[in-house]
């Protein structure tokens, strides 16, 4: 059986640099009033802050990513603001949150909490040596609902779920948006699982401020035969000296056969026009990516970090399609830096 994961994290295009710098201030949609500790970062990177007790905020972007502006706060709708709509200067309004997710009415649910919380461990943590190390702090946050008449677990939470990843030594908070489990039933009657769909937002700090050897040789170890090393493997025109192998329809093919490129100003377009490839890693992991095409043809886009995007534009299944948070490196993370 084959499962497909997409773990979709938003984020846009943007052709126009940002500054070094950004600030801002967050306020009370309501009242007008300054909001101190709300957190302000950029989606999937280490690049982030608190706001003051002015609600006053400052952001150093020397790191550039092609990713939108998240800010959120306890009780309040979290908001983004895309990367071309950045300035240096930024007045942040926050409206509070009218409906709590737990006031959702709901149909009868006869899975047991226990069930269902094992089971989202699973698909969102993942089952990899790394999840064995990783713990989430507020599960008692974490809403859970299996529907028997469409057989999908589903999950929510008000607050950022608080994952501590010791193996490569990030915590991670992350704003779930949305979360699916779909399941089938086999022919001999077990349920299996079809399919894992994940969207929210991620901010990644370092668990220590002294990154051991062994958490950036870990790191590096997840960076290997990720998805985000083989984006920019392609981009770079580097499939082969980075130990990627590409094949269409089982047999071994010319790395670039089904892909055209084209790079301007730090960004590659890439389009395809065959529905999947199967990639070999190393010459022992195997992985398919899948495409959406339209008319017979796909494009997506990827950044010089290895970023791509539309992210519904690709899924994985085979070894990729099991990289979950255990795995996840932050958007900004670079090989030649020990972060």
Not at 8 to 15: A, E, K, M, N
């Amino acid at each position: 059986m084959k499962k497909c994961f997409i773990l979709f994290t938003l984020f846009f295009i943007s052709f126009i640099n940002y500054a070094q710098t950004i600030s801002g201030t967050i306020y009370n949609k309501t009242t007008n009033e300054v909001l101190p500790g709300a957190s302000i970062y950029l989606n999937g990177t280490t690049i982030g802050d608190v706001s003051d007790f002015n609600g006053y905020f400052e952001l150093n972007l020397a790191k550039i990513t092609n990713t939108p502006l998240i800010i959120s706060y306890t009780g309040f709708k979290t908001i983004l603001i895309a990367s071309k709509d950045l300035s240096k200067k930024l007045k942040i309004y926050l409206e509070e949150e009218t409906q709590q997710l737990n006031e959702v009415i709901i149909s009868p649910d006869k899975w047991s909490r226990k069930k269902k919380l094992q089971i989202f461990k699973n698909e969102f943590l993942g089952t990899s040596e790394n999840a064995k190390y990783c713990t989430i702090e507020n599960e008692k946050d974490i809403q859970l609902m299996y529907n028997d008449a469409t057989k999908t677990l589903s999950a929510y939470c008000n607050q950022p779920i608080i994952i501590k990843n010791k193996f490569l030594g990030y915590q991670i908070n992350y704003n779930l948006t949305e979360f699916e489990v779909k399941f089938h039933t086999s022919l001999n009657g077990f349920r299996l699982i079809k399919s894992v769909y994940n969207e929210g937002y991620s901010f990644f700090k370092n668990l220590r401020k002294k990154v051991t050897s062994k958490t950036i040789k870990n790191r590096k170890k997840a960076y290997n035969g990720s998805s985000i090393h083989f984006m920019k493997s392609l981009a770079n025109k580097r499939l082969t000296e980075n130990k990627f192998e590409i094949y269409y329809k089982s047999w071994p093919t010319l790395p670039y056969k089904y892909f055209t490129l084209h790079t301007q100003n730090g960004l590659t377009k890439v389009n395809v026009n065959v529905e999947s490839l199967d990639i070999l890693y190393n010459k022992t992991d195997q992985s398919k990516i899948q495409f959406q095409l339209k008319n017979g043809s796909g494009v997506f886009y990827i950044d010089k970090n290895g970023n791509h995007t539309p992210l519904k534009a690709i899924s994985w299944a085979g070894n990729l399609s099991l990289k979950r948070i255990s795995d996840m490196l932050p958007l900004d993370y670079d090989l030649t830096k020990k972060q």
